[in-house]
């Protein structure tokens, strides 16, 4: 990674105008560990855009500068490209615009996933599957690059990998997890005030609807313990969709489950599909490209169209 962290300091030496990209669906790693990245280039003096298809969750406000984060960008723009936490090109919300543009403008795609096709048009990849987040390899580069670790940053890597280790409770944390962790906090990084705001703030309608999903956990005999919501239980619940990130998680600590899968219905006719486990034996990862998705072998996702009626609501309503 040494020879590439030169390439990227020659790179970003040569850039004025920096475009990082987050992933579709955003969460705490892209989120942060982006965030991250710009504090450490506008201290170079480059001017930064970060971008991302989709809403940020509203649980990661509490980061200083998520505000600023737009929509909509013209590639034209940039000298440079970083994607971070990001999978695949699908999952940087453009996928299309980036494959054309790659052709002649440098792209660095940081990223804990494994392998897809994003590899292929960048320039530079940092790819590390061993990270808990992508935030590690972040921590690293910023390390390498003498970046000034301030207790912004270090609050912003914090937050990254605090996201994508559950609050350090996932099988993915690694003795390098807690090391850059707690590296952050001796550079001023606010566990605190992370772990009340990710963990912690959950409204009263966002309990209502974790109930909901709880309380129709079903258990088969492959081991596979299952739930659901539909759009109107989030409408009913006065809850938002992105109020269900989390229950799958506590799905996943039932011992008797291998696999832990959750079924979100959004009101665009699709439904997402989160899974999770802790067993060395399954990668979920596997099972979710199987319908088109991805993830890590403990965490992963993906999307079908449809209703949710036309595939669970009836088959978990047959079982009552
Ligand atoms: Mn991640």
Same mark, same amino acid.
């Given at each position: 990674?040494?020879?590439?962290?030169?390439?990227?300091?020659?790179?970003?030496?040569?850039?004025?105008?920096?475009?990082?990209?987050?992933?579709?669906?955003?969460?705490?790693?892209?989120?942060?560990?982006?965030?991250?990245?710009?504090?450490?280039?506008?201290?170079?003096?480059?001017?930064?855009?970060?971008?991302?298809?989709? $809403?940020?969750?509203?649980?990661?406000? +509490?980061?200083?500068?998520? $505000?600023?984060?737009?929509?909509?960008?013209?590639?034209?723009?940039?000298?440079?490209?970083?994607?971070?936490?990001?999978?695949?090109?699908?999952?940087?919300?453009?996928?299309?615009?980036?494959?054309?543009?790659?052709?002649?403008?440098?792209?660095?795609?940081?990223?804990?996933?494994?392998?897809?096709?994003?590899?292929?048009?960048?320039?530079?990849?940092?790819?590390?599957?061993?990270?808990?987040?992508?935030?590690?390899?972040?921590? $690293?580069?910023?390390? +390498?690059?003498?970046?000034?670790?301030?207790?912004?940053?270090?609050?912003?890597?914090?937050?990254?990998?605090?996201?994508?280790?559950?609050?350090?409770?996932?099988?993915?944390?690694?003795?390098?997890?807690?090391?850059?962790?707690?590296?952050?906090?001796?550079?001023?990084?606010?566990?605190?005030?992370?772990?009340?705001?990710?963990?912690?703030?959950?409204?009263?309608?966002?309990?209502?609807?974790?109930?909901?999903?709880?309380?129709?956990?079903?258990?088969?005999?492959?081991?596979? *313990?299952?739930?659901?919501?539909?759009?109107?239980?989030?409408?009913?619940?006065?809850?938002?969709?992105?109020?269900?990130?989390?229950?799958?998680?506590?799905?996943?600590?039932?011992?008797?489950?291998?696999?832990?899968?959750?079924?979100?219905?959004?009101?665009?006719?699709?439904?997402?599909?989160?899974?999770?486990?802790?067993?060395?034996?399954?990668?979920?990862?596997?099972?979710?490209?199987?319908?088109?998705?991805?993830?890590?072998?403990?965490?992963?996702?993906?999307?079908?169209?449809?209703?949710? *009626? $036309?595939?669970?609501?009836?088959?978990?309503?047959?079982?009552?």
């Amino acid at each position: 990674m040494i020879k590439d962290f030169k390439k990227i300091s020659d790179l970003i030496s040569k850039s004025g105008k920096i475009l990082i990209l987050l992933h579709q669906y955003p969460d705490g790693d892209t989120i942060a560990s982006s965030l991250a990245l710009r504090e450490f280039l506008v201290q170079k003096d480059k001017s930064v855009l970060l971008a991302v298809k989709g $809403d940020i969750p509203e649980v990661f406000q +509490f980061l200083p500068g998520v $505000d600023e984060i737009v929509g909509d960008f013209l590639l034209g723009d940039f000298d440079l490209i970083f994607a971070i936490d990001c999978g695949d090109a699908k999952r940087t919300g453009f996928p299309d615009r980036l494959s054309s543009v790659c052709k002649i403008k440098p792209l660095i795609n940081i990223d804990h996933h494994c392998k897809n096709d994003l590899h292929k048009i960048a320039r530079i990849n940092l790819i590390d599957e061993r990270s808990a987040a992508a935030a590690e390899i972040v921590w $690293d580069m910023l390390n +390498f690059l003498k970046a000034k670790i301030t207790p912004r940053i270090a609050t912003y890597i914090l937050s990254a990998i605090y996201f994508d280790t559950g609050g350090f409770q996932h099988s993915n944390l690694t003795e390098k997890t807690l090391q850059v962790a707690s590296s952050c906090l001796s550079h001023g990084g606010r566990i605190a005030l992370v772990s009340s705001s990710i963990n912690n703030a959950k409204s009263t309608c966002a309990l209502r609807l974790w109930g909901v999903a709880l309380s129709r956990i079903k258990i088969g005999r492959n081991k596979i *313990a299952i739930s659901y919501l539909t759009n109107s239980d989030i409408e009913n619940s006065g809850a938002k969709a992105e109020d269900a990130s989390g229950i799958v998680n506590l799905m996943n600590n039932i011992p008797s489950a291998k696999v832990a899968i959750l079924f979100v219905e959004g009101d665009d006719g699709t439904i997402k599909a989160s899974l999770r486990t802790e067993s060395s034996s399954v990668d979920v990862a596997k099972l979710a490209r199987l319908f088109g998705g991805g993830g890590h072998k403990k965490a992963s996702g993906f999307s079908l169209d449809g209703e949710m *009626a $036309d595939l669970f609501k009836r088959r978990f309503a047959n079982k009552k």
